[in-house]
Structures are given as structure tokens and as C-alpha cells.
């Protein structure tokens, strides 16, 4: 347990980082001190007692809270955390695969919202009136090209580097139709396996995207890809005690339910 000075100090750390300096940090804690009980909460617990814990990097807890707050539309807070990811080591080009990640989990107008909200910011930080570069574009394959890396990439998604992709083809077109062709062809084929973000980080937003909006089916299958692509169990539940802060404890505690039985199954395999 931590004593409130405690908490208070460990929480203007995290706002020095976050705000890019001592300076900022103050301002946020004058901010956050002006806002009564919930000013309180922010500073003492969210950054005292959930942002300063070694158990995740700042650069990872940034990529998640960018993530979860893109596929809720928070706005406001969002422009606060793509300074503050860039700040903690995420680059530019990082921050806008984020958006093009969520985009598959929560639905393109929500991407494109946060790259609106970005590009001015990413401007400044260069000194200038537009961003200097744009975002990377799609990679536009031929259809047979497509089709192959998106089940290719379900062999890492799955964990089995055996896979009969053939197989596993015909059983999601059958089950999902035309849907099937877009996981497959969309999701997988154009998106995951672009190289703007590591498989790893790209687990990480789309297992926090599907906590914040508690969609329990999707996010139990990608507890599992996210073990299959090196994200360690510390790891998730450090993602999931960060989604009590900016998606509540319902959710939260959902998603933790979820982990601790992929968790098990994970053991029972071994």
C-alpha cells in the first residue's frame, strides 16, 4: 500500500513523461487538483498507482490508452495522449497504425476521427502549420496476394505454424460467406501484416480496443494470438488494470475473467 505523498509523487513523475517536462506536469497537477474527488482520482490513482507501475513500459501503456480511447471517440483525452505517446517514445508513424488498427476493431469513422485530431498535433511538434509527412498508404496487392497473407498470417495468430491454411480458408467462408473473404482478405491480408507496427504492438491495440468496448467473443480469441505474438501475461493484465481507468471496472474485470481462462487453457495445452 502507498501512502498518499507517495502516490502524489510517483503521479507527477508520470505526469513529467507524459507532459514532456516538469512544467507541464505541474499544470496537469493544478489541473487535476482544481477538479475535486475525480481531479484527485487522476492524479493519485490513475497516474500514482496504475501509469507508474514498472510492470509495463510508458511507450506500451501510451499504444493502449491511445488505442482504447480512439475506439470510444474521447476526444478531448485523446489529444492529451497522442502528445503524451510521442513523448514516451511512440513515433509518429507508430501512432498513425494505431489508428488504422482500430479501424478494423471499432470501425473506420473512428480512425479517421483520430488522425484528424493527431495531424495538427504531430504538426506542431515539428514547428509547423502541416504535418511534414503523410501517413504510410495501403498496399494495394492483387487478389490472389491478398488472400495468401492474410491466412499465412493466421499461422502466427493461431500458433500453428502447420496450419492447413486450405482447410481453415474453407471453414471461415463457410461459417462467415462474404464477411469471411473481409476477415480474411481486409483484417488480415491489408492490415496485419503491415510492418508500420509489430504483430506484438498490433495484439496489444486490438485486445485493448475489444476491452473498452467489451466485445468478449473477438477478445477471447485475441488473448490467445496475443500470446502467440510474444505478449507476456504480465503484460495483458497490466493492459487490463489500465482499461479500470479509462473504460471502467466492468469491462476491466470482464476482460481479466477472459485472460485468466485463456491463461489456464494455455496451461492445460502444455
Known sequence: MRDPKTRRQRGLDVLSTLGGSEENAKGMAQYFESRGALGTIALYTGAGEIWSRDE????????????????LGRETELRAHIAGGLNHGLSVDEIDEIFVQVAVYAGVPFGLAAAGIADPIFAERDGAEARKTSPAPLEIKEPEARRADGLEFLKTLLGQPNLDLAEMEKRILESQGFMGDLVIDYAFGDIWVRPQLSRRDRSLVVISVLTALNL???LEIHLQGALNHGVTRVEIEEMLLTQVLY????????????????????????
Request: charged share 30%; no cysteine; net charge positive.
Open 216 to 218: 468478449k467473443h473477438e
Open 247 to 270: 473504460s471502467g471496472f466492468p469491462r476491466a474485470i470482464d476482460g481479466m475473467i477472459l485472460a485468466r481462462k485463456v491463461f489456464a487453457q494455455a496451461d492445460e495445452m502444455k
Open 56 to 71: 509495463m513500459s510508458r511507450r506500451d501503456r501510451s499504444l493502449v490508452v491511445i488505442s482504447a480511447l480512439t475506439a
